[in-house]
Structures are given as structure tokens and as C-alpha cells.
């Protein structure tokens, strides 16, 4: 066993947007922390939006692997013509989608650098436009990439979208390149365009700018996005939802609630750690898929711990060590938002592997970054994959409305719901785990998995 990594938790304050300080969180665990940091100020004009606007009873589903060492979500995605195959990482904290540019020169020097997550090469695609908008993006984990705003042909899961905008980096501190799919209005970009919310309802192919995420069990090696639907089969109970907070004034930023109250609940008792009711202080948390544990004030972070009975603060990686053993724990975290849907986080998802051995995992951790409430005012709390695998959650961009039911994980059950412009409506999960039998798929989905030849492309 070797602490390889050194998790210092530096905070550097840097200008947002919202003109007051944000925090940079570096962090050398292996966790990712994918939202924006530096939001660009924007002119107030917006993409002429097409004006037909067609009627969808279809729903788009884009699978994701889960790549747990790397603390990421991953799909697969072509671009280009004949398409170009790439991997990229899943982030609803950001709204750009870009991949790594085959003149990167890190992957002319280091071509393993690009080899696993592949690279676009504009030049072998027939589709191919370039625009005069350089691209720019930081995230809040340190990393960062540039190059400049592209278009082409689109393609994942069945479905093609022509003349898709994206970032073409030409220098990234990150091999892995990010599909964000949060509001237009966070995108890098000078000039708002359509990014793949947008694009997935103006060209069609699904109703209303929703989509449910369901990340599946910590060990499963596959969740999926539901563009467009909610998918019965992979909750239980109902969808409970809340509004999205904006982030400053009327603009609504990464994906923002109310956390109201905290209670961590085992077999035979339950210990309140927040309870907003009683007079503790509700703090705003972002719910981003692109980061891989949470990040929450110290003294809730210290709290859980201490119902949980174990727990050693590891100043190496910024995170409580647990014994692995509580992987097998029943017990909960609840957490309430917006005093309305709670979500019960289970300990075997929220407990993570961080280091690993041939035998599997040798060091866990419980997987929520404490950050000291002294800096409270500016800190952006968040929760990650740790704690968002327990849920169902459904991110309705058009109604600025969350959805939020308690996960089925492992489900057989396909059973999807097309959402209109109405959205959620508390509709029921009825999903059971992989031993059921019920199969009922009530409409067209896109599921095929595409499977392309890179090959011929790579040396078009
Ligand atoms: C909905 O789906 C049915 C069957 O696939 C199709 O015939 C119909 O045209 C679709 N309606 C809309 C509004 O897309
Ligand atoms: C995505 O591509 C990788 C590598 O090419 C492959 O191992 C993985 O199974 C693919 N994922 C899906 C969901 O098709
Ligand atoms: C690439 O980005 C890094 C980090 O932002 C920067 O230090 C470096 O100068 C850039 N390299 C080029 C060639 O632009
Ligand atoms: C915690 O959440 C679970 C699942 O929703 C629920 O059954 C339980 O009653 C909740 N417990 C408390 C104390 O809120
Ligand atoms: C949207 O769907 C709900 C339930 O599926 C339905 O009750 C409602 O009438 C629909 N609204 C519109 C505007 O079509």
C-alpha cells in the first residue's frame, strides 16, 4: 500500500463571474471536480432558436461507463465523417463538449497521452467547419483546455446531430476531454450556442431539454442518460421535485439546490446532522456528475463520521479513511433538499475505493472532500458520483426543476415515460433489481449501441 498522491486541498480564489470570489478546489486524489470555474461575461444576444418546433415522442439513451479508478463516467461518442471515434467524460456541471485535436502536441510527443480517449483530426472529415471563436475552459480542479470552437457531425447511440459545435483542443492538461450538458447559458463560449440539450430538441429528436441520469450501483460496469424521458424501470418510489436555485440574480448557473436536512440513519437509530428546521443553516450544493465525491462544510463532513462510529482524516488525500468492510453497511445518509425530496445515500456508495491492489481495493475513503466552513461564504459545495449513483435524478432545463427518486440499481426493467413540456409530474418507479422479469418498453428508443471502425478513419 502507497499514499502515491498528496490531496493538500488548496484554495485559490479566482474571479467569477458572479463578481464574487469562487474557489478553486486542487485536489490530488484521484476524484475529478468538473464544473467551470471562470464563466465568461456574455452579451445578452442569444442564438436565433429554430422556430419550428417538432413534436417528439422518442427519448435519446446514451450509456455510461463507469470508470471507477478514474473517478468518471465515460461515453462513447463519433464525430465527424466518416466518424471519428472518441471517449469522453459525462459532466452536468459544465456545457461544452470538447475533445482532444490530433495536433495536440502532447499527443504528437506522448501519443499514449491521447491513445486511450482518442483525438479528432478535422482534416480527415468531410464535414468538417471551423469557426473564428477560440475555446477556453477551466475547470475547478486545476485543469484546463484551449483551442478553438468547431462543428461537425455528432453521433452516439443511434442518433446523428449535423453541425455540432465543440471545443477542438489543441492544449489540455486533461487527456480525457468532457461532454457537458448543463444550461447554454454556462457555456464557455462568448456567444451563447446550442449545445447538446438544445440540439437534441431542435433537431427532433427528443420533446422537452430533460434528461434522467442514473449512474447505477458503485460496481456496476454501466448507468446511462435518458435524454427526453424518465425511465420507470430504474426508480422506486415517486419523483419528488424541487425548483433550481439560481446562482446569482435571476441566472441559473451549474445545477443548484437547497440542502435542508441531513440524518444519517442505520439499522437501529437515526443521528440529525442538519435540520434546517431546527435552526441549522441550509447550505446550496451543486449536483455534478463530472466530480467524483462531494464537497461539503467540515463540521457535517466530521459529523457523519462520528455517527458512523470509524473514520481517520488523511491530510494525504483530504478524506476520512473507512474500512472497506462498510461497503456492506445498510446505513443511509438522508439528505433532504429544498425541504421537499429526500434522497437516501447508501454507505456502499458513498464509501470509495482509492487505492487499489490485483486483489481489488485496499484503501477506502468516505467519499465527501471536508472543507472548512470558515470559508464557507464563496465555497461551491457540491455532490458528485458518491453521492448522485443513489439516486434517479431527473434535471428538467426547461422547467429549472429537479427530480429526485431513490435509485434502482442493476435494473432489467425498461419502462420509459417520454416527458413533454409539462416535465415531471410525480410519476411512480416501479423498477425491481435484476432478477425481475418485467420487460415493457413502450416506445422507439435509441439504444443501439454504435460500435465504430476508427481504423479506416485514423488514416483516411
Ligand atoms: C409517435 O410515434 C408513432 C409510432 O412510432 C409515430 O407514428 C408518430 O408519428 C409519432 N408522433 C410524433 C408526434 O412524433
Ligand atoms: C466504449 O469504448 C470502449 C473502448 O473502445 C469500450 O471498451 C466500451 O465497452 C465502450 N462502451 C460502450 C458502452 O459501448
Ligand atoms: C498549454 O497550457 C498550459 C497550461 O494552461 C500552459 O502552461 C502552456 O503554455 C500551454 N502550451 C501551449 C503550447 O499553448
Ligand atoms: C431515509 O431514507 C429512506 C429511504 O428513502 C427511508 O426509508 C427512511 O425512512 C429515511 N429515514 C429517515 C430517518 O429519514
Ligand atoms: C404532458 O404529459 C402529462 C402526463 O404524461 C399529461 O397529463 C399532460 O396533459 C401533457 N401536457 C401537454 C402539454 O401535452
Not at 442569444?46 to 422518442?58: T, V, Y
Not at 487505492?355 to 475513503?365: D, F, I, L, R, W
Given at each position: ?293 462531494g ?40 439528505l ?7 434522497l437516501?445515500v447508501?454507505?456502499?456508495?458513498l ?32 455532490l458528485g458520483d458518491a453521492f448522485l449513483r443513489s ?70
Open positions: 500500500m502507497k499514499f502515491s498522491t498528496i490531496a493538500t486541498l488548496a484554495l485559490l480564489a479566482s474571479e467569477s463571474v458572479l463578481g464574487s470570489p469562487i474557489i478553486e478546489y486542487r485536489s490530488k486524489t484521484q476524484g475529478v471536480v468538473h464544473f467551470p470555474i471562470e464563466a465568461r461575461s456574455k452579451p445578452k444576444e442569444r442564438l436565433a432558436r429554430r422556430l419550428q418546433k417538432r413534436d417528439s415522442n422518442s427519448t435519446v439513451t446514451m450509456t455510461l461507463d463507469n470508470d471507477i479508478k478514474d473517478g468518471a463516467y465515460l461515453t462513447n461518442i463519433t464525430i465527424g465523417t466518416p466518424g471519428q471515434s472518441i471517449r469522453v467524460q459525462l459532466d452536468t456541471g459544465s456545457s461544452d463538449l470538447w475533445v482532444q485535436s490530433s495536433d495536440n502536441p502532447t499527443c504528437l510527443v506522448s501519443p499514449d497521452f491521447c491513445a486511450t480517449t482518442g483525438k479528432f483530426d478535422g482534416a480527415s472529415s468531410s464535414t468538417f467547419t471551423s469557426t473564428s471563436e477560440d475555446f477556453t475552459i477551466s475547470y475547478a480542479d486545476g485543469t484546463s483546455a484551449d483551442g478553438v470552437y468547431v462543428k461537425d457531425t455528432l453521433s452516439f447511440s443511434g442518433i446523428s446531430i449535423e453541425k455540432f459545435t465543440f471545443g477542438l483542443a489543441s492544449n489540455a492538461s486533461s487527456s480525457l476531454g468532457v461532454f457537458g450538458i448543463g444550461f447554454d447559458t454556462n457555456e464557455a463560449a462568448r456567444t451563447t450556442y446550442e449545445n447538446l440539450p438544445d440540439m437534441l430538441v431542435s433537431n427532433g429528436l427528443i420533446g422537452v431539454k430533460a434528461y434522467s441520469l442514473w449512474l447505477n450501483d458503485i460496481d456496476a460496469s454501466t448507468g446511462s442518460v435518458l435524454y427526453g424521458g424518465i425511465d420507470l424501470g430504474k426508480f422506486t418510489g415517486s419523483l419528488e421535485t424541487v425548483s433550481m436555485l439560481t446562482s446569482s440574480g435571476s441566472t441559473y448557473g451549474p445545477f443548484l439546490l437547497s440542502l435542508t436536512d441531513v440524518v444519517y440513519v442505520s439499522a437501529f437509530s437515526s443521528t440529525t446532522i442538519l435540520s434546517s428546521s431546527q435552526g441549522g443553516n441550509a447550505i446550496n450544493v451543486i449536483l455534478d456528475s463530472g466530480t467524483t465525491y464537497i461539503l462544510p467540515e463540521s457535517m463532513v466530521s459529523a457523519i463520521v462520528q455517527a458512523i462510529g470509524s473514520g481517520q482524516y488523511s491530510e494525504d488525500y483530504g478524506l476520512y479513511l473507512l474500512d472497506c468492510s462498510l461497503q456492506s453497511s445498510s446505513a443511509t445518509v438522508n433532504t433538499f429544498n425541504n421537499a425530496a429526500t437516501a447508501g454507505l456502499k456508495q464509501v470509495v475505493p482509492i487505492e487499489y491492489n490485483s486483489q481489488g481495493s485496499t484503501v477506502c475513503a468516505l467519499g465527501v472532500q471536508p472543507v472548512s466552513s470558515a470559508s464557507a461564504n464563496s465555497l461551491q459545495y457540491l439516486g434517479y435524478i431527473v434535471y428538467d432545463l426547461d422547467n429549472k426543476k429537479i427530480s429526485i427518486a431513490q435509485a434502482v440499481f442493476n435494473s432489467d426493467t425498461t419502462d420509459i415515460v417520454v416527458l413533454n413540456s409539462t416535465g415531471v409530474t410525480g410519476e411512480s418507479g416501479q423498477g425491481s433489481s435484476k432478477t425481475s422479469a418485467a420487460f415493457a418498453l413502450r416506445i422507439p428508443v435509441y439504444t443501439v449501441v454504435v460500435c465504430v471502425a476508427l481504423v479506416a478513419s485514423v488514416f483516411f
